[in-house]
């Protein structure tokens, strides 16, 4: 079974007679169903009973349903409510819109709508650079998705991206203190959703493109680059590149080998796939197997998809033509950004000595991390509830924070590999062992250093 996770946090509202062992029971009885406790609030007490809410964590939904019913079972004992944290904490949102300037009597407004404003407004007309300085535009990304590649849930639609989108905008401006706002796009039409992210660009500083499914989203990301002012960035590229290269910096040195010399095998040739494999290739990775549903990506076939054929010109030396599972035989390195449960014990065990394994599939990685750990010398994934988190915030706030401060539009290689690299140096020589590669989400100085390290590159791209 699955680790307990806060992604599957219940609180149960319990009735329970007043004894002196009532709530070490309701945690034995919670602990023995499997699930873990995270607290227990009296919030009711009688002279006969006590409402006590149980606060834990648990495998999935029908989890939850079996310790509900382990403590029904309980003599005495009654389960009033069910609440799901997760639910509760996306009541009404994530996110609200709040002035930055009081609005306190009517000089503050003549100054921050009519009349003043107009003079504001013909300044912009007059010049249409200064939006930048005189307007939200300055530290405001749009969250540009349309619903088509969503996590590991795939083509859900615009209203149920929604809720990734504001996590996505609360993430910048925690961490980085940008300013983002959810489109979600009801088009999965390129040509749509290019024509309308041109149109909405003069409001906003940058543009993330998020869970755009390939190889749509190759063609969007491209054309909106070449077509507007400001930077556009798909995270799902770009961003999962950066840390994944920052996480495999790290455990390179723990294993002693050089990125130059291994075999690395990539299972998924989607966005993330592509962008990781350019990335390794960019910092000096020579024999990668990029492998997608039907095995490795090779020369010996037509590729139609412009991006699988980029693969097949420039990865792949030996021209091996066979399974994944074929693939991460002797490689040194696995990194799946693919599907839940392709690889078996038998597959890691098959790998070169001292393997590092990055099962970073979402919600459910290519195979469990604690069988993975039995063969491999370092094991990560894309979840908060294992060790060797490698998720995206690592990287693009601090990458946007850069780009708005560096005031870019073009985004490089020399960005990308410097905010791996800043984000590795994080972790430090005393720190690094086999369960700590890359630092953690809420580590303050991540953001800082990637923003310094993109304005440093992009000031070297400038000169």
């Not at 307990?4 to 329970?16: A, D, H, I, K």
């Amino acid at each position: 079974m699955a680790a307990p996770s806060p992604g599957y946090s219940l609180t149960l509202r319990v009735e329970t007679p007043a004894t002196i062992t009532a709530t070490s029971e309701l945690a034995t009885a919670v602990g023995q169903a499997g699930g873990s406790i995270t607290a227990l609030d009296v919030t009711e007490s009688g002279h006969n009973t006590v409402v006590v809410d149980v606060s834990c964590n648990t495998t999935d939904a029908a989890h939850g349903e079996r310790i509900k019913d382990a403590l029904n079972a309980l003599e005495g004992v009654t389960v009033r409510n069910v609440s799901d944290r997760t639910f509760l904490m996306h009541l009404g949102g994530k996110l609200e819109v709040v002035p930055k300037v009081a609005l306190r009597n009517r000089d503050d407004l003549s100054r921050a709508y009519t009349p003043g404003v107009a003079r504001v407004c013909q300044a912009i007309a007059a010049n249409k650079a200064d939006a930048r300085n005189l307007t939200i535009k300055r530290n405001t990304i749009a969250v540009v998705t349309d619903g088509s590649a969503v996590l590991g849930l795939g083509n859900i639609g615009p209203e149920a991206a929604l809720p990734v989108m504001e996590g996505k905008a609360a993430l910048f401006k925690q961490f980085a203190d940008v300013d983002a706002w959810p489109v979600c796009l009801d088009t999965q039409d390129t040509e749509e959703i290019i024509m309308i992210v041109k149109a909405l660009a003069p409001v906003y500083g940058g543009v993330n493109l998020e869970d755009i499914a390939a190889p749509r989203c190759f063609e969007i990301e491209a054309r909106l680059r070449e077509e507007l002012d400001i930077p556009v960035f798909h995270d799902d590229q770009h961003g999962t590149a950066i840390v994944t290269l920052a996480a495999l910096s790290n455990a390179l040195k723990v294993v002693g080998k050089n990125i130059s010399d291994i075999k690395i095998v990539v299972s998924g040739v989607g966005a993330a796939g592509n962008a990781i494999v350019q990335l390794l290739s960019a910092r000096g990775a020579k024999n990668i197997v990029a492998c997608g549903r039907k095995g490795a990506i090779s020369r010996n076939e037509e590729h139609t998809d412009a991006h699988r054929q980029w693969l097949a010109q420039n990865t792949n030396p030996e021209n091996f033509s066979g399974t994944l599972h074929e693939a991460v035989a002797g490689a040194d390195v696995f990194i799946g950004v693919s599907a839940p449960n392709v690889l078996e014990e038998e597959h890691i065990a098959s790998m070169a000595e001292k393997a590092i394994v990055f099962a970073m599939a979402n919600p459910d990685p290519e195979i469990d991390p604690a069988i993975a750990s039995r063969h491999a010398a370092v094991v990560a994934t894309g979840r908060s509830d294992f060790p060797n988190q490698i998720n995206n915030v690592l990287a693009f706030p601090g990458f946007f924070r850069g780009l708005l401060d560096a005031n870019v539009a073009d985004i490089t290689d020399s960005m990308l590999l410097a905010a791996a690299d800043a984000i590795a140096a994080c972790v430090s020589e005393d720190e690094l062992n086999p369960g700590f590669i890359i630092p953690s989400v809420f580590d303050p100085h991540v953001a800082t250093e990637v923003a310094e390290a993109v304005v440093e590159a992009a000031r070297k791209n400038n000169k």
